[in-house]
């Protein structure tokens, strides 16, 4: 009897006793560490201590980023040297995860291209040549933040009609690899617009086709934003069947009014792998460049 009144004494003390222990909660968001600390029992609210971060470590892979989302944003920047001199500068992109019903997720990657300017300014954009270097983007300071991911190349070449006809080949660069991962091409096409993926084997894997009667294409350079969405069908070039969608969307009335800079959405097929997802991106800016540019004049 006298245990069980010395254990029952010793718990009333430990329960009057003030809570001084700081319990740390940890989690993960946008690739930093989450610490918080708990408030002393009885503090007044206004004391409770702040939320902090710590600067997390990003170094995942080209591969690991695109895998870990369902789709793509693509925004293009608006070069203000481009709208008040008129002539055409290097094209710059911002590449956004996407999760499902389209949210917007971190920045992954940037792309810019590399050109001459006489080039840019003189040549149609399906005979000039040009690169588009992908590199890495984060929001952690310890990360591969400015390393190549992958580069499209496009050589010089004489297109008229359904001859030789524009094409880009892609090749993996991240941490001084060169893989060939395929090509894109511009096909001649009567009505429908479109541009197909080929993969690493030269076989042809995806077509991204869209319809020739949509306001985004007849009316291209009024400013609305009806006129400033075209959609296209991802289509798996072996069943036939459309297994994703590509989105043009108006990146606003008086930005479409002073600039030709555009935005795009796109959603992975469920069975994508990390090659094909590389290759969808490098979709996008080939077909920005193929379709929406303003020196774009079709020979």
């Not at 090749?171 to 617009?193: R, S, V």
């Not at 084997?201 to 306001?215: I, T, W």
Request: net charge positive.
């Amino acid at each position: 009897r006298q245990m069980c009144i010395r254990d029952s004494t010793n718990t009333t003390k430990m329960q009057g006793q003030p809570q001084n222990q700081v319990m740390p909660i940890q989690g993960q968001q946008n690739g930093y560490q989450q610490v918080q600390q708990l408030p002393q029992q009885g503090a007044p609210m206004m004391m409770m201590q702040p939320v902090t971060y710590q600067q997390g470590v990003d170094y995942r892979t080209g591969y690991e980023k695109l895998m870990q989302y369902q789709g793509l944003y693509v925004k293009q920047k608006m070069d203000l040297l481009e709208v008040l001199s008129g002539c055409e500068t290097k094209n710059r992109y911002l590449v956004f995860g996407t999760m499902t019903g389209g949210k917007q997720g971190n920045q992954m990657f940037k792309a810019k291209e590399e050109s001459t300017c006489c080039q840019r300014n003189f040549c149609p954009t399906a005979n000039r040549a040009y690169s588009i270097s992908i590199t890495h983007e984060s929001f952690s300071e310890q990360s591969n933040r400015g390393e190549e991911f992958v580069r499209l190349t496009k050589e010089c070449q004489c297109v008229c009609w359904c001859f030789n006809r524009p094409k880009i080949t892609i090749n993996l660069t991240e941490k001084g690899q060169n893989a060939y991962l395929g090509y894109i091409k511009f096909p001649w096409k009567w009505c429908d617009y479109q541009i197909d993926i080929y993969n690493k084997s030269d076989v042809l894997k995806y077509k991204v086709v869209g319809n020739c009667c949509q306001l985004g294409f007849i009316c291209s350079k009024f400013p609305c934003e009806p006129c400033q969405k075209v959609h296209f069908d991802l289509v798996d070039a072996a069943s036939g069947a459309i297994v994703g969608s590509l989105d043009k969307k108006s990146a606003g009335c008086l930005k479409a009014m002073l600039s030709d800079a555009d935005n795009f959405s796109l959603a992975f097929p469920a069975t994508a792998n990390p090659e094909d997802r590389a290759l969808m991106l490098s979709a996008i800016l080939f077909l920005d460049y193929s379709f929406f540019e303003e020196k774009n004049q079709e020979p």
